[in-house]
């Protein structure tokens, strides 16, 4: 392991903190997260701490419709905001030393270190310390999320008496009487409704306010002094939302005394009979039985298979192969696919910005991920979860005004409703319809799973391309049809008129759903009857579409020889990004909104994302003379924006320039580009790091159903290897700077194309 500026150690499989800083916990809690797609954890003390904490525990999918908070109100506006909720504390581990807290905040810390190994997917932290009355101790905390089973969390908590005697009073407690910090109105979002004990197992079932979610909190503990058990004392119910269960125990210099305690969350499911309480004490008679070196064991199993598939291998490079592991097992700990009713927050388990709720990063960046390291079943999961939702998107598109079967899918969602509290991007950020549509073809074209577009597919795009069809408006003026009054990708330009990447995407979209309901008309007639019926399809529709398709204004300078962002970006005066002070940075911190939108600064990748998504549409170029216009307007304020312009620099050959941002991307949490780590990691953008790497210097995109690579490694790296899957079966990838290896684990022909041949 080797130090660097940064905070933390780099190391190609763990990330360590070897200091204790009461200004960076907040930031640590983020980076040390941990979590398995069903619920996850900001690396919070289990035991009190009275200094600055962001504490957080996450159910997936169990949220509150936290009411909208503006002076003033739209037709169409949503009238709530949804959040995840912080859910009740399974960690809680109350200590007294000699009647004194152990309490970080207010003792002599004299070592710490903690760790996350990926490898294995546990955290462990180690202090020494000395509390006030004199007495030093010695922490050792291991602690995981299991992969093996979705409501099971696992805490190994030892203490070792260093310098005398002393008696200790160990309190594992459960507690629902959490509040989350992003509250618009401080509401109660819990309801406690029945508390649960006894020697072995305590349970409180909460239920959410409003939404009804309902929770079994659960824990159950075992103490061993020298590996002795100690039996506990009576259990006691500390108030209406907490229950403790208490150990009090002398221990002698030099000896050790070992908490075990496991909990989690049981959420109710309609199709389960069983009630929670049952449910957890399963959960617990079936694990209580095992060791904690055990359950460890099935973890450190579970993840190996994991990092089997997914793992990126990066030689010669140790920052790089650190920040991509960090990401991928970010990734991995959001989301596993197992229930399509989940999704992928910009924050997953990590915080609580943008509500833990689903916008256009799941379809725009995260899918690849998931499709091309997993089993097919979850990246279509993520697929259906907007086609369960589709009823609520043509709802969202009729309060705006849309009919005929319209949809427009939410900006933020948690169960298909907008709860988008900006109208810049509420109303405006409609480009999110095209990257759901965009998802589809890209899993079918990766997958060649066309049965997905014929069972469900195909009711989405057409929905959306009803929504373009209406969106659309023709300009006499221009003799074309346009679209006005929009917010792109570029969040620092709002309320413009024919962005071009919305009427991009949105002609290409009525292109696309045309081919596909065609495609089913011909070779599958009994679906499109089905199809139609159920859509009250009519072919005259096509009749709009075509003449849409034929003559959509997308906004060109000659002089430039670029497509140009909006109607009015030239009208901007052209200052580039590096003539900015410092202290401006970043703008959306230190500039009026007025300022900011005034200004010709771009805060992520706009046109330079649909020259990414339709790469095979463009000459190289066509490509060049786009990026070396707008890269220099780019602050990259957006983590979604630095991979892309990484991709779009390794297809130009501009390696240097594709690694610099590669490392902004992947280290982006690791070194705290955006000054917010404290809020919790940006997952959604991890997704977008790995495209970088499998995309960028690994070259591969698929063109006319082929999949191309190019070899174009930083001169940093000796070799890099990965495997994807293709077709369902896992190609692996071995790229140096004298060979490129390519492995197929399969008995079927691949054609891949390399460098063009």
């Given at each position: ?15 360590v903190e ?37 504490q ?19 037709i ?20 007294k ?6 309490d ?59 310098n ?14 959490i ?14 409704e029945?508390l649960?004990k ?15 979610f ?5 824990m ?11 039996d506990?004392l ?20 030099g000896k ?9 969350y049981i959420k ?23 060791d ?16 089997d ?21 970010h990734?991995n ?20 910005k943008?509500?833990?709720s ?20 979850v ?21 705006l005004?849309?009919?005929k079967?319209a ?26 319809n095209?990257a759901?549509a965009?998802?589809i073809?890209n ?18 795009l ?11 408006s023709?300009?006499?003026?221009k ?33 696309f ?14 679906d499109?009857s ?37 109607d009015?970006f030239l009208d901007?005066?052209l ?7 410092l202290?401006?940075r970043?703008?959306n ?12 600064f ?6 330079l ?7 095979e549409?463009?000459s ?5 003379k ?9 602050l ?8 892309i312009?990484s991709?779009?620099s390794?297809r ?5 320039d ?25 997952i ?20 006319d ?12 790296w ?5 495997k ?11 790229l ?5 290896n ?5 008995k ?10």
């Amino acid at each position: 392991m080797k130090k660097t500026n940064n905070y933390f150690v780099v190391d190609p499989w763990k990330i360590v903190e070897t200091k204790f800083d009461k200004n960076r916990v907040k930031y640590s809690e983020s980076i040390f997260s941990i979590g398995n797609g069903y619920m996850g954890q900001r690396a919070n003390f289990e035991e009190d701490y009275s200094g600055d904490t962001f504490q957080g525990s996450y159910i997936g999918g169990v949220y509150y419709p936290d009411k909208t908070k503006v002076g003033w109100w739209k037709i169409g506006y949503p009238e709530y905001f949804a959040k995840v909720l912080n859910a009740p504390n399974w960690i809680g581990v109350s200590i007294k030393v000699n009647e004194e807290s152990l309490d970080l905040n207010k003792c002599n810390v004299k070592n710490f270190q903690r760790e996350l190994d990926m490898q294995k997917g546990v955290y462990k932290r180690k202090v020494q310390l000395i509390l006030k009355n004199g007495i030093e101790l010695s922490v050792e905390v291991t602690r995981f999320i299991s992969l093996n089973e979705n409501s099971l969390g696992a805490i190994e908590y030892k203490i070792l008496a260093i310098n005398n005697n002393c008696q200790i009073l160990i309190e594992p407690y459960i507690d629902s009487n959490i509040i989350n910090e992003d509250s618009n109105w401080d509401d109660s979002f819990w309801k406690i409704e029945s508390l649960k004990k006894t020697k072995l197992f305590s349970a409180i079932i909460s239920k959410t306010n409003k939404t009804k979610f309902e929770v079994c909190t659960y824990m159950a503990n075992k103490l061993f002094y020298e590996k002795k058990a100690v039996d506990p004392l009576p259990i006691s119910i500390k108030s209406k939302s907490k229950i403790s269960q208490s150990f009090k125990i002398n221990i002698k210099k030099g000896k050790i005394l070992t908490l075990n305690k496991i909990g989690g969350y049981i959420k109710a499911k309609e199709n389960i009979s069983k009630n929670l309480i049952d449910q957890a004490k399963e959960i617990v008679d079936k694990y209580l039985k095992f060791d904690f070196d055990d359950l460890l064991k099935i973890q450190i199993e579970s993840w190996k298979k994991i990092w089997d598939v997914s793992d990126v291998k990066i030689d010669g490079d140790v920052n790089a192969q650190q920040a991509i592991r960090f990401n991928i097992f970010h990734l991995n700990q959001t989301y596993s696919g197992k229930d399509p009713e989940l999704n992928i927050g910009p924050k997953g388990f990590t915080g609580e910005k943008y509500g833990g709720s689903t916008y256009w990063d799941t379809e725009a960046f995260c899918l690849p991920f998931y499709m091309l390291t997993k089993k097919q079943s979850v990246s279509k999961n993520l697929l259906k979860y907007r086609y369960f939702q589709l009823d609520k998107a043509i709802e969202n598109a009729k309060k705006l005004g849309f009919d005929k079967g319209a949809a427009l899918f939410p900006m933020v969602t948690m169960n298909g409703e907008e709860c988008h509290n900006e109208w810049e991007i509420t109303f405006e950020e409609i480009h999110r319809n095209g990257a759901i549509a965009y998802a589809i073809y890209n899993y079918v074209r990766f997958t060649n799973d066309f049965n997905y577009i014929n069972e469900m597919g195909i009711e989405v795009l057409i929905a959306i391309s009803r929504f373009w069809a209406q969106r659309f408006s023709f300009s006499n003026d221009k003799n074309k049809y346009v679209i006005l009054g929009v917010t792109g990708p570029n969040e620092y330009e709002n309320n413009v008129n024919n962005n071009w990447y919305t009427n991009y995407i949105a002609r290409w979209c009525l292109i696309f759903t045309k081919k596909q309901i065609i495609k089913i008309q011909n070779f599958y007639p009994n679906d499109f009857s089905r199809i139609a019926k159920k859509t009250n399809w009519n072919l005259n529709e096509f009749k709009l579409w075509d003449k849409i398709i034929k003559n959509t204004y997308l906004p060109y300078s000659n002089e430039k020889e670029v497509f140009l962002q909006q109607d009015g970006f030239l009208d901007k005066e052209l200052i580039k990004a590096n003539k900015l002070k410092l202290t401006d940075r970043p703008i959306n911190q230190n500039w009026s909104w007025d300022r900011i939108l005034r200004s010709v600064f771009i805060k992520q990748a706009d046109v330079l994302q649909g020259f990414y998504f339709f790469s095979e549409d463009f000459s190289l170029d066509e490509l060049k003379k786009n990026y070396e216009f707008y890269e220099p307007f780019t602050l990259h304020e957006s983590s979604l924006s630095p991979s892309i312009h990484s991709i779009l620099s390794s297809r130009l050959g501009l390696i240097d320039d594709a690694y610099h941002l590669y490392l902004q991307t992947s280290r982006l949490d690791l070194d705290d580009y955006n000054q917010e780590l404290d809020e919790g990691l940006h997952i959604t953008s991890m997704a977008g790091t790995w495209l970088a790497i499998i995309e960028g210097f690994a070259g591969m995109k698929i063109n006319d159903d082929t999949i191309h690579f190019k070899n174009n490694l930083p001169d940093k790296w000796k070799s890099l290897s990965f495997k994807i899957y293709v077709r369902g079966s896992l190609l692996q990838i071995n790229l140096s700077k004298i060979h490129n290896n390519y492995i197929w684990e399969d008995k079927s022909t691949l054609k891949i194309i390399i460098k063009g041949k």
